[in-house]
């Protein structure tokens, strides 16, 4: 059967998906997927998966997308992240009869994707992305897709989306904001570079940002034209949002507990995604956060979850007949929409209740200390975490790692490795020595004598072959 393109993709094997779960890291994993398909979701994407990891690793495949076959989670669309176009398309080889697309992530902002070069930092080499998605294309059984970002220019975004466009690319969803536009420095996506991209190409266009609620969804898709529209943050806070329900936090807590326990994910996933959903509540009973955050199994957890729930419903009978504190649509205990604070609000906030990470690190507290750290603490008792003590190394000037104090080139290993390579050099500091090794074994050839081949007997010489042959017949 031959692969489907463009509108006959979305239509068909995406069943024309108009509402769509964001590719999350450790966010959008299968027992989260289900929950939302429960409630409006008609399309999910994985989290980001490393696609150098997948290739290498047999483990990290079968966590990530082999653990189970479920005939609920589909469609799906597998994303990674790249910037190598064979290692992209060995691992799209590897997830493509588990999935209906695999997307490549040239969307993500954070630190580690600029480290990793990879994600949004990738949008300035059209080259290489046009090579990664031309390869993909012609490889791949499944279609392949792309989730930008824009630049701050819409020409240049239009530009870019033609060109991904032209490589391959089967759909393409748009994230309205800049690569620079993130934590307290958000802001709002721009809907006039999504319309303006949906005009310029001939494939389906999903639209991402600025979605909190259903009427935001329809909002967007009349405002843009777009085909659908994915949601990530507003996702997590209201998993019922393409229902265009807010219900009780619990009643989705309890849902999801349920499904973790049908299809198990890793603490951390679940300890996050309860955090977001009683995000409000744990304004109010702080102390509950300080437990959610020390929870270590799964029952610990939904222990927690509980007891917010009983706390929510003794709120609600004491504030029956009140309005919503603190400026919300909703009371505290109902699924609503985040607003990212803005930088000056963001410091304020941080003077007030105290973050997992804060709960974790805090002075005088082993105990509070995370899992990995506390088993580190174990193998040495003298290390410490605090941040101040820890040594401070001068930068490989080409990566950033910590260089060698005696590299002649006053690079880390790695990079210095290249270099006295390329350069047919030596580094005493790394005992890389590919000069003084190279200079040797041209010494040691031309000590060699000449090896001369020996002479060869004719026909009619002693002991040549024939006569021989012919002595021994008579």
Request: charge should be positive.
């Amino acid at each position: 059967m031959p692969k489907l393109q463009g509108f006959e993709f979305w239509s068909r094997t995406l069943g024309g998906a108009r509402h769509v779960v964001a590719p999350m890291v450790d966010q959008s994993e299968l027992a989260w997927r289900l929950l939302s398909r429960r409630h409006g979701a008609q399309l999910c994407y994985t989290p980001m998966l490393h696609a150098q990891v997948f290739v290498r690793d047999a483990n990290y495949r079968k966590e990530n997308l082999y653990c189970e076959v479920c005939p609920e989670d589909r469609p799906l669309i597998v994303q990674f992240c790249a910037n190598d176009p064979e290692v992209f398309v060995q691992a799209a080889l590897l997830a493509q009869d588990h999935c209906d697309a695999i997307d490549l992530n040239l969307g993500c902002p954070q630190m580690i994707a600029k480290r990793g070069h990879y994600g949004a930092f990738l949008q300035e080499e059209w080259d290489l992305l046009q090579r990664m998605i031309q390869l993909a294309h012609e490889k791949l059984s499944v279609p392949v897709t792309c989730k930008i970002r824009v630049f701050p220019e819409i020409d240049k975004t239009v530009r870019y989306a033609q060109m991904l466009e032209k490589a391959g690319c089967q759909l393409l969803t748009v994230h309205g904001r800049t690569k620079e536009q993130k934590g307290p420095l958000t802001g709002t996506a721009s809907w006039a570079h999504i319309r303006a991209v949906r005009k310029a190409v001939a494939i389906p266009v999903f639209a991402n940002g600025n979605i909190q609620c259903l009427q935001d969804v329809e909002r967007c898709l009349r405002d843009t034209g777009v085909q659908g529209v994915m949601s990530a943050e507003g996702n997590l806070h209201n998993p019922a949002l393409f229902e265009g329900r807010s219900p009780a936090v619990w009643e989705l807590a309890e849902e999801y507990l349920d499904l973790v326990r049908q299809h198990p994910c890793p603490l951390s996933c679940v300890r996050a995604h309860l955090f977001k959903l009683w995000h409000h509540t744990l304004q109010v009973h702080q102390q509950l956060r300080e437990e959610l955050a020390k929870a270590k199994t799964l029952e610990g957890v939904a222990a927690v979850s509980r007891e917010l729930r009983l706390r929510s419903q003794e709120d609600m009978s004491r504030l029956e007949g009140e309005e919503p504190a603190g400026g919300l649509p909703f009371f505290h205990w109902i699924c609503q929409p985040y607003f990212r604070p803005g930088p000056e609000e963001g410091s304020r906030e941080s003077t007030g209740a105290r973050s997992k990470r804060a709960l974790e690190e805090e002075e005088g507290g082993a105990d509070l200390l995370s899992k990995n750290k506390q088993k580190k603490q174990l193998r040495n008792p003298h290390k410490t975490f605090d941040p101040s003590l820890k040594p401070k190394y001068a930068k490989c000037d080409q990566c950033g790692n910590p260089k060698g104090t005696r590299c002649v080139f006053s690079l880390c290993r790695g990079c210095c490795k290249k270099r006295a390579f390329k350069e047919t050099a030596d580094c005493p500091g790394h005992g890389l020595l590919f000069k003084t090794k190279l200079e040797k074994s041209l010494a040691w050839k031309e000590a060699q004598p000449q090896l001369q081949e020996p002479p060869q007997a004719g026909p009619g010489d002693p002991g040549s072959f024939p006569e021989v042959l012919g002595s021994a017949l008579a």
